[in-house]
């Protein structure tokens, strides 16, 4: 399937589901070093985005990650409000027009989403954030996209990347975010945004 | 040049206690609270922080102050959404909210603008080493110049004096907030009675009533001038 708005509005409702699954899941890894509001705030949040986009029309991709980040910002809460809404928000930038995303362009979607969060943030890679998938992310689809893959092998060296990215997050110490008050006693623990980092873009590939 | 301020805070409570707090002091100040989310719960609301600088639409500029960390992202965010006029209009400080609302209500009570209200913020953080990491960068100047004072100890001018406060509140939050502007006003250490004269809060917690003492001592480039110029401060009673 190709990388254009039907996909859009099919990852957004995947989302909403791996973060209704993972919600407990988000829930604990944000109690262990955070407020424990993660899960819950982004389940919140992607309920709404569902709503907005069911009951309305689309005609770009860019126009559903539009809708998405400013759902996103008014609902959350959190952090993860401005964050996510925000990579959303850059993403629907870099998407313009274009009814179908090639791979190069889905590279300067996921770039312009990572820089996004990271001047919201400014937080850096290493910094036990949310970063640290998303770059991870960005960085391997780069390399996907000038090897000459296809969209949806970049999309799915981008999700593969978040996951390690997350996973990398376990033996530091925060630098960013409430974590950060917990010094060494973060180690050992998963940042729960960039988990929730890599379900969002997970589902982005079991939607292409 | 009337200076509003939004109180953003992950409570509610917290919101509305720092501005009934503030106003005590500051009852002329337009302040409002975008505490906690839409349903009531705790966290930050854009829609909360975008209406509150709507309400504040009057005031010529707006400080905000903000608690943890995500209060500050959606501030920002909200503050991206703003067209550029009103953008302009508002500043985020990073002083610590209670304190910093509370002396920053004072300042803007007392006639301060934009800047003297964010100083009297920044001068709320608990001690002078934070004062000076909220009110400026530190580390690297730009255009790389590096200050005079790398080629050696340069000698310090020293001053002191005692003075008796004669005004009948004494240092209370209006002279306190003036003698805070004033002594801001120098490069000079200054201390009175052994806190930092640039720190209102710190002032405000001597409780000094009409009739006591106030040993002013400053040390640095400006300190004669400093001592000099709050002692008559003091002496002409504050306008009172």
């Known amino acids: 399937m190709a990388l254009d708005t039907a996909w859009a509005i099919d990852w957004v409702r995947r989302t909403a589901a791996t973060i209704d699954d993972h919600r407990a899941e988000l829930v604990t890894l944000d109690r262990e070093i955070g407020d424990g509001d993660h899960g819950e705030n982004l389940d919140r949040g992607f309920r709404a985005v569902v709503e907005a986009v069911d009951s309305a029309t689309f005609d770009t991709p860019g126009a559903v990650f539009k809708t998405v980040a400013t759902k996103l910002i008014s609902t959350v809460g959190g952090a ?129 | 040049m009337t200076v509003g301020i939004l109180v953003v805070s992950h409570s509610a409570a917290i919101a509305t206690g720092t501005v009934e707090l503030a106003r005590q002091m500051a009852a002329d100040v337009p302040l409002v609270a975008a505490g906690g989310t839409e349903d009531g719960g705790i966290g930050t609301s854009f829609e909360a922080i975008t209406e509150g600088i709507g309400a ?118 209006r002279p306190a907030a003036e003698f805070v502007k004033a002594a801001a006003k120098h490069e000079a250490r200054v201390r009175v009675n052994g806190v930092d004269a640039k720190s209102l809060l710190a002032i405000m917690a001597l409780a000094l009533p009409q009739g006591a003492t106030v040993t002013i001592e400053a040390d640095g480039p400006d300190a004669q001038d400093a001592v000099d110029t709050l002692v008559a401060l003091v002496r002409s009673g504050f306008g009172e």
């Not at chain 1, 400014?122 to 893959?149: F, L, N, Q, R, Y």
């Not at chain 2, 009570?109 to 001690?127: E, I, K, W």
């Not at chain 2, 590096?146 to 100890?153: F, I, K, M, N």
């Not at chain 2, 340069?154 to 008796?164: F, G, I, K, L």
Request: proline content about 4%; charged content about 20%.
């Open chain 1, 80 to 208: 993860a409000g401005p964050l996510f809404g925000t990579a959303y928000l850059k993403a629907a930038q870099a998407a313009g027009d274009t009814a179908e995303l090639d791979a190069d362009t889905l590279v300067a979607v996921l770039t312009a989403a990572r820089d996004g969060v990271v001047s919201r943030g400014k937080a850096e890679v290493g910094d036990k954030t949310m970063v640290d998938a998303w770059s991870a992310a960005v960085d391997a689809a780069s390399t996907a996209a000038a090897a000459g893959e296809g969209p949806e092998r970049v999309l799915a060296a981008a999700a593969d990347a978040a996951v390690a990215g997350a996973e990398s997050t376990e033996p530091l110490v925060a630098r960013k975010g409430r974590a950060s008050y917990l010094g060494e006693r973060a180690v050992g623990h998963r940042d729960p945004g960039a988990q929730s980092t890599a379900y969002i873009l997970r589902a982005a590939v079991d939607a292409a």
């Open chain 2, 56 to 173: 504040l639409s009057s005031a010529d500029a707006v400080v905000v102050l903000c608690d943890l960390g995500s209060a500050y992202l959606t501030t920002d965010t909200a503050l991206d959404f703003l067209d550029e006029a009103d953008r302009a209009r508002v500043h985020v400080s990073q002083a610590p909210l209670v304190e910093g609302t509370v002396a920053a209500a004072v300042a803007a009570q007392t006639g301060g603008d934009v800047d003297a209200v964010l100083a009297a913020a920044a001068s709320a953080a608990a001690s002078a080493e934070d004062v000076s990491s909220a009110s400026r960068p530190t580390g690297d100047r730009p255009g790389g110049a590096t200050p005079v004072d790398d080629g050696g100890p340069v000698p310090e001018t020293v001053a002191s004096a005692t003075v008796e406060l004669v005004n009948e509140s004494g240092l209370h939050a």
